[in-house]
T-cell receptor
Framework: ETGVTQSPTHLIKTRGQQVTLRCSSQ?????VSWYQQALGQGPQFIFQ???????GRGNFPPRFSGLQFPNYSSELNVNALELDDSALYLC????????????FGPGTRLTVL | GDSVTQMEGPVTLSEEAFLTINCTYT??????LFWYVQYPGEGLQLLLK?????DKGSNKGFEATYRKETTSFHLEKGSVQVSDSAVYFC???????????FGQGTRLTINP
């Protein structure tokens, strides 16, 4: 049990729509990272937030955006969905006491039709 | 750039067999190294980690040693169980970067 929760568990959208995925971590975890895991692949880093500011970004287009809130929750927003956005989206939080270790939530499975 | 390469899967073993999953890395600095495990339909669970050369991470009978000279972090277990069936990911994190770079994963199946 990592204390990281994500919602929804599964989601189906159509091409061109917008989606918001949510993550909640625990107190003392001020860093949150989002990853995209395509089927049969390792997770790919999307971006990271620290105390509500973006703190690093991977090779993803601007239609992938995020927010972090003071209550240790965060959102991943994806606009203009494409078929290739179908994947498992993972949120990970980092405790301030151990900044090299990330704890993952169960993920949101997004299917784009 | 920074990268992680794992042995190709899938790997199929019998219960109580010895397990090795190879992992090598390329990094510009001195990374921390991790093994994560993903059970079917779930997210990633941290299995073990090592933060500097010659450190050994261990958990649940699994071990991996940080070998700087061979840039490797191979995962081993002396006697696997059916419940160890999962996908295993090797990953690195550079100090200050805090993002994880993952290998492609190795699917392990243990038969009774």
């Amino acid at each position: 049990e990592t204390g990281v929760t994500q919602s929804p568990t599964h989601l189906i959208k159509t091409r061109g729509q917008q989606v918001t995925l949510r993550c909640s971590s625990q107190s003392g975890h001020n860093t949150v990272s989002w990853y995209q895991q395509a089927l049969g692949q390792g997770p790919q880093f999307i971006f990271q937030y620290y105390r509500e500011e973006e703190n690093g970004r991977g090779n993803f287009p601007p239609r992938f955006s995020g927010l972090q809130f003071p209550n240790y929750s965060s959102e991943l927003n994806v606009n203009a969905l494409e078929l290739d956005d179908s994947a498992l989206y993972l949120c990970a939080s980092t405790p301030d006491s151990s900044t090299d270790t990330q704890y993952f939530g169960p993920g949101t499975r997004l299917t784009v039709l | 750039g920074d990268s992680v390469t794992q042995m190709e899967g899938p790997v199929t073993l019998s219960e109580e067999a010895f397990l090795t999953i190879n992992c090598t890395y390329t990094a510009t600095g001195y990374p921390s190294l991790f093994w994560y495990v993903q059970y079917p339909g779930e997210g990633l669970q941290l299995l073990l980690k090592a933060t500097k050369a010659d450190d050994k991470g261990s958990n649940k009978g699994f071990e991996a040693t940080y070998r700087k000279e061979t840039t490797s972090f191979h995962l081993e277990k002396g006697s696997v169980q059916v419940s160890d069936s999962a996908v295993y990911f090797c990953a690195l994190s550079l100090q200050g970067a805090q993002k994880l770079v993952f290998g492609q994963g190795t699917r392990l199946t243990i038969n009774p």
